[in-house]
């Protein structure tokens, strides 16, 4: 495929235009409606969701039905929408993917890199780079799915490099992916599933790929920091880079990478961003869960308050203590006395 000159081109996703190069991937138990919309809200060109089980689908879990396939309608006016399913068994893939389908996804991704032995033991996620007949049955399987009733909704496939060091299963199946099971494109995390988040990706594999797959190859892993995004896009050829941890707590990163913010955020708009995503939490869950919810978060915005190490960890400590979202609104506007008092 022929690399992009920037970021901020649109590319094909098969029948979808995606505005930009820049998405943000899936984020188990994190990316949901409205952290998807955040993304886009700051310029990600495409959201997926975190993981969803085609099992939990097929067969209607109340909780995954409405919740977990959530899709608002604010997420759509900025952009596609893919929610990501996992599973091993190829009919139930197929049912899951028609259901999301019709629910108004966008695109289907089927994972086939989490390293989680939970969800290996099962024979999804990254066991699958041991079992390619399967693999392939599966992602024919969405792909019919995803196509039925005239729906022209693109299934992309995430896979890791392969299951060990120098292990390129993952290499090898995407070929497979694209010629055989006629997926649109591959998400592509250069690790292998024993390090998980471990260690240097292989970026060279990625550009191999790039060059040899008849199909867009979208990067994954090991994205920190504009400049290092930048970098890496340009010297792998990738159709489009995935966003994950780098991302968390720093939606502006989406802005930096496409020419739209030249800095890091100041501290009222940190503070502002915290308030959005409470009141979105809150409006997904209900006052008294998305309190719960949201002590995953504060630890990935307090560090960008500016303030000195102690109060930094005195504020992040209370926050995480709260049990209201009124009590954590409360502490998060006496953070500028916190600030004033290290000055």
Request: with cysteine.
């Amino acid at each position: 495929m022929p690399a992009a000159a920037s970021l901020a081109e649109p590319w094909r996703l098969g029948s979808l235009t995606v505005p930009n190069r820049v998405l943000l991937a899936p984020l188990a138990g994190i990316g949901n409606w409205f952290v998807r919309l955040q993304a886009k809200r700051y310029g990600a060109g495409m959201a997926v969701s975190e993981m969803v089980s085609s099992h939990a689908v097929h067969h209607r879990n109340r909780k995954t039905c409405t919740e977990l396939l959530r899709i608002d309608t604010r997420e759509h006016e900025r952009g596609p929408v893919s929610i990501q399913l996992f599973g091993e068994e190829p009919a139930i893939m197929r049912s899951a993917a028609a259901y999301v389908a019709a629910a108004g996804a966008s695109a289907i991704d089927i994972n086939m890199g989490c390293p989680v032995p939970k969800v290996a033991r099962t024979g999804a996620g990254a066991a699958l780079l041991a079992d390619p007949e399967r693999a392939l049955a599966l992602a024919s399987a969405a792909v019919e799915g995803a196509r039925a009733d005239g729906a022209e909704v693109p299934v992309t496939v995430k896979l890791r490099s392969g299951l060990r060091a120098g292990d390129h299963s993952g290499f090898e199946l995407a070929h497979r992916l694209v010629a055989e099971a006629g997926v649109d494109a591959i998400g592509f995390h250069p690790r292998s599933a024993a390090v998980q988040h471990k260690g240097s990706p292989d970026y060279e594999l990625v550009r191999a790929l790039v060059r040899a797959l008849p199909a867009p190859v979208i990067l994954s892993g090991g994205l920190e920091g504009a400049e290092h995004v930048r970098s890496v896009f340009r010297a792998t050829g990738a159709s489009a880079v995935m966003l994950a941890r780098g991302a968390l707590g720093n939606p502006w990163l989406f802005e930096e990478l496409l020419g739209e913010r030249s800095g890091p955020p100041g501290r009222a708009e940190v503070v502002r961003e915290l308030h959005w995503t409470m009141a979105r939490a809150a409006e997904h869950l209900g006052e008294q869960r998305a309190a719960r919810y949201m002590r995953k978060f504060y630890p990935w915005y307090v560090p960008r308050l500016a303030l000195t190490p102690r109060h930094s960890r005195e504020l992040q400590q209370a926050l995480l203590e709260t049990t209201t979202l009124a009590h954590a609104r409360s502490l998060l506007e006496h953070a500028p006395d916190r600030l004033a008092e290290a000055a």
